[in-house]
């Protein structure tokens, strides 16, 4: 079974690949999670659209990546959320609320679905997280979560 892939997924490919897979790991998993849509002419088109958007958001080489590890490091990033008594949030923190903050603090823009999280943030405190920039370049900061 042809498919291009809308997503990242491991062992496979990138956003926009087309790729061959067995039928049934198509049919069950990869296009009802979303991770890809079925080959068609019409949809090789959009295949120039997802790599187009891909290009815009992703490191551009090895160099660039280590810069933005550079820059990653040395940040302070620090994200407020309501919490109740004894520091546990409502709710927890987001990907998204992470690569805002990140932002926010002076760093760079981040894809969220890069981000590896040592689990569900619940709390205030200090977190590490780490985000893989390109194939070789994994960066790491903290997060300090603290009560609005």
């Known amino acids: 079974m042809?498919?291009?892939l809308t997503q990242e997924v491991?062992?496979?490919?990138?956003?926009?690949?087309?790729?061959?897979?067995?039928?049934?790991?198509?049919r069950n998993y990869l296009l009802p999670q979303g991770f890809a849509i079925a080959w068609t002419k019409g949809a090789e088109k959009q295949v120039t659209l997802i790599k187009r958007a891909r290009s815009a958001?992703?490191?551009?080489?090895?160099?660039?990546?280590?810069?933005?590890?550079?820059?990653?490091?040395g940040l302070k990033v620090s994200l407020k959320a309501r919490a109740?008594?004894?520091?546990?949030?409502?709710?927890?923190?987001?990907?998204?609320?992470?690569v805002d903050a990140v932002k926010a603090a002076g760093g760079p823009v981040l894809d969220r679905r890069r981000l590896e999280l040592p689990g569900h943030i619940k709390s205030t405190g200090a977190y590490p997280v780490r985000i893989k920039l390109h194939p070789e370049v994994t960066a790491s900061f903290n997060l300090n979560v603290v009560a609005s």
Not at 57 to 73: F, M, P, S, T, W
């Open 2 to 4: 042809k498919i291009i």
């Open 10 to 26: 491991t062992g496979l490919g990138a956003p926009g690949d087309i790729v061959e897979v067995k039928d049934g790991y198509g």
């Open 84 to 98: 109740g008594d004894g520091g546990r949030l409502f709710g927890s923190v987001t990907p998204a609320e992470i």
């Open 57 to 73: 958001r992703e490191i551009r080489d090895l160099g660039h990546a280590n810069e933005v590890k550079g820059q990653l490091e």
